[in-house]
């Protein structure tokens, strides 16, 4: 879903599927990796809480309002997440239409 409407939207197909592998592809900006960083830090916060190290490299690209919503859309998309797991939501076998 999120795929498609990306794509619509201009952007490259290359780099919406080089997410899961961003540390090693080279299509991402410093901002870009700052994000990321960021969201799996923000996930993984019942392993290991973020230091003020990898906030000071967040606010090296960011400022404290964009890290406000960047973070707020890191934990909603999280509960989405959750809420699809835990409902056992599956994944549809054959693509919406126009996909």
Do not use: C
Not at 17 to 29: D, H, I, K, M, Q
Not at 35 to 58: G, K, S
Not at 69 to 87: D, F, G, P, R
Request: aromatic share 10%; no cysteine; proline share 7%.
């Amino acid at each position: 879903m999120h795929w498609r409407d990306l794509i619509k939207q201009g952007a490259d197909p290359r780099h919406v599927n080089a997410l899961a592998g961003w540390r090693e592809a080279p299509l991402f900006s410093e901002r870009e990796r700052a994000a990321l960083h960021w969201a799996e830090l923000v996930n993984a916060i019942l392993a290991r809480e973020p230091t003020d190290a990898d906030f000071a490299a967040l606010q090296a690209h960011f400022s404290d309002n964009d890290i406000v919503e960047l973070s707020y859309a890191i934990a909603v998309i999280k509960a989405w997440n959750v809420l699809n797991v835990s409902l056992r939501n599956p994944i549809p076998e054959h693509p919406a239409p126009g996909f």
